[in-house]
């Protein structure tokens, strides 16, 4: 199916398309997928999607970070400053810097859980089960021991 143009050339009719093969002509534009350019130009589109995608949760991860880090601030000196001292151990805490050490590892994970929610279910429900397993483990250990 060579047109009138000269050797190489597609027939006027599939003039902004590209040919597969001679059933289908698939349309080539904007607002389909690359299927008709190189490989090096799908690759490089599909790269720029990504690295967008990248920067719009980037972005989202920023501002849920800033958010929270300013709520837990502003809540520390009520009830999840007095939570987080009764529930850390005398030699995690640090003093004066726990406001902020505790604040930002809040913040952190509160805006890594906004983004991306199932991987970190996923990783504390994994979290919880090591340490249920380890729990019985040293139960089961620490009764087979002989203390005398």
């Given at each position: 199916?060579?047109?009138?143009?000269?050797?190489?050339?597609?027939?006027?009719?599939?003039?902004?398309?590209?040919?597969?093969d001679a059933r289908a002509a698939l349309p080539c534009g904007p607002h389909f997928l690359p299927?008709?350019?190189?490989?090096?130009?799908?690759?490089?589109?599909?790269?720029?999607?990504?690295?967008?995608?990248?920067?719009?949760?980037?972005?989202?991860?920023?501002?849920?970070?800033?958010?929270?880090?300013?709520?837990?601030?502003?809540?520390?000196?009520?009830?999840?400053?007095?939570?987080?001292?009764?529930?850390?151990p005398a030699m995690l805490q640090l003093g004066s810097d726990d406001r902020w050490?505790?604040?930002?590892?809040?913040?952190?994970?509160?805006?890594?859980?906004?983004?991306?929610?199932?991987?970190?279910?996923?990783?504390?429900?994994?979290?919880?089960?090591?340490?249920?397993?380890?729990?019985?483990?040293?139960?089961?250990?620490?009764?087979?021991?002989?203390?005398?």
């Amino acid at each position: 199916m060579r047109g009138q143009g000269g050797k190489g050339t597609l027939p006027s009719s599939t003039q902004g398309r590209c040919r597969r093969d001679a059933r289908a002509a698939l349309p080539c534009g904007p607002h389909f997928l690359p299927i008709c350019r190189p490989a090096s130009a799908r690759l490089s589109y599909y790269r720029r999607a990504y690295q967008e995608a990248n920067m719009t949760v980037t972005l989202i991860w920023l501002i849920a970070f800033a958010v929270i880090l300013f709520l837990a601030l502003r809540a520390w000196d009520g009830a999840l400053g007095q939570m987080v001292m009764r529930r850390i151990p005398a030699m995690l805490q640090l003093g004066s810097d726990d406001r902020w050490v505790w604040s930002i590892a809040l913040a952190v994970l509160g805006a890594t859980f906004i983004v991306n929610p199932v991987s970190m279910l996923l990783t504390v429900i994994l979290l919880a089960l090591f340490f249920w397993v380890g729990k019985r483990v040293g139960c089961w250990l620490m009764r087979r021991v002989k203390f005398h």
